[in-house]
């Protein structure tokens, strides 16, 4: 099934924030690691804060750039594909839905495409993120 949802709740950023490279690195508006990512604690096991946010800017080198500048996290636009579109890969869903996933954000004339794979095992995207917006690639074997 394909549906098209709008997203409408993306705050602009002013354009001397996305021209300043050093901007471009960070992850936010901080260097700062969090407490909690999607959900789940952050390094529990890591004590030192700086030690914490050295392994976070590495993890998300370019967090800006790929979000903000190349990416449109702060465009409101409508987006369709496979159902529940919003989800990155099927492992989102619920339940789970394995196989291909496909979307496309539609900003005037322009439409970027996202592409999405889960079997159970392996994860993999490539594109503008649907609910998000941001660039990315993701690929994960089975451990």
């Not at 950023?13 to 789940?40: E, H, Q, Y």
């Not at 990416?71 to 919003?86: K, M, Q, R």
Request: glycine share 10%; charged share 15%; hydrophobic share 45%.
């Amino acid at each position: 099934m394909i549906e098209t949802v709008a997203v409408t709740d993306h705050v602009p950023v002013p354009w001397t924030k996305r021209i300043n490279p050093i901007w471009w690195l960070k992850s936010g508006d901080t260097f700062t690691a969090p407490l909690i990512n999607n959900g789940a604690s952050y390094l529990p096991d890591v004590k030192q804060q700086w030690l914490r946010d050295f392994y976070w800017f590495w993890r998300n080198p370019c967090g800006n750039f790929v979000g903000c500048v190349v990416g449109v996290e702060t465009i409101n636009y409508d987006v369709t594909g496979t159902a529940p579109v919003l989800a990155t890969t099927g492992r989102d869903c619920v339940p789970q839905q394995m196989g291909w996933r496909w979307a496309a954000i539609k900003l005037g004339p322009v439409y970027l495409p996202f592409v999405s794979f889960w079997n159970g095992k392996v994860e993999f995207y490539l594109g503008w993120r649907p609910a998000s917006g941001g660039l990315g690639l993701k690929l994960v074997f089975p451990s």
